[in-house]
């Protein structure tokens, strides 16, 4: 074999290991990103429980000390709007693990690694946006339970 196919044959394994290498870490990085979104996920949902124990315990608590049921009411309402939005935002979380389900499957069956790359950043500005949503709900959710007892504590 001459000394310049050697060299070829050479620089062509130490270019395919590199590609390999950072295909690796690609694929690391992605499922340490993936890893890190269902982490954040789980404590949504924790904190989603949560706010459902204080909704009971406020309901509770305004009913024993008689309010009329029209503050009742209201505080419902306000809360049924919000469990409306949050329920929304879950059905577009679950919508995303479809889709990012979906391109795992057509990435396996053979993608190239800037197809992979983009679709994987559509899905994290996706994830993003939905987890900012959701941020903005707890906000709401926070100011309404603030003001329910601010009015629940000028009617006592």
């Known amino acids: 074999m001459k000394k310049s196919s050697k060299k070829s044959i050479l620089a062509l394994s130490i270019l395919s290991l590199i590609t390999f290498s950072c ?13 890190k979104l269902e982490e954040t996920h789980q404590k949504m949902e924790e904190a989603h429980l949560k706010m459902g124990h204080k909704h ?22 306000d809360h049924d709007e919000l469990e409306a939005k949050h329920a929304a935002i879950l059905k577009k979380h679950a919508e995303l693990v479809q889709k990012h389900k979906e391109l795992e499957g057509r990435h396996s069956a053979g993608s190239s690694e800037a197809e992979i790359r983009k679709d994987h950043e559509v899905m994290l500005v996706e994830h993003k946006q939905i987890q900012a949503e959701h941020e903005q709900m707890v906000l709401e959710h926070k100011q309404l339970t603030e003001a329910h007892e601010k009015e629940h504590k000028s009617d006592q």
């Not at 295909?23 to 890893?35: G, M, N, R, S």
């Not at 009971?56 to 309402?77: C, M, P």
């Open 56 to 77: 009971s315990d406020i309901q509770a608590e305004l009913a024993l000390h008689g309010h009329d049921k029209t503050v009742l009411e209201k505080h419902k309402n």
């Open 23 to 35: 295909q690796k870490d690609f694929h690391k990085t992605l499922i340490e990103e993936h890893e």
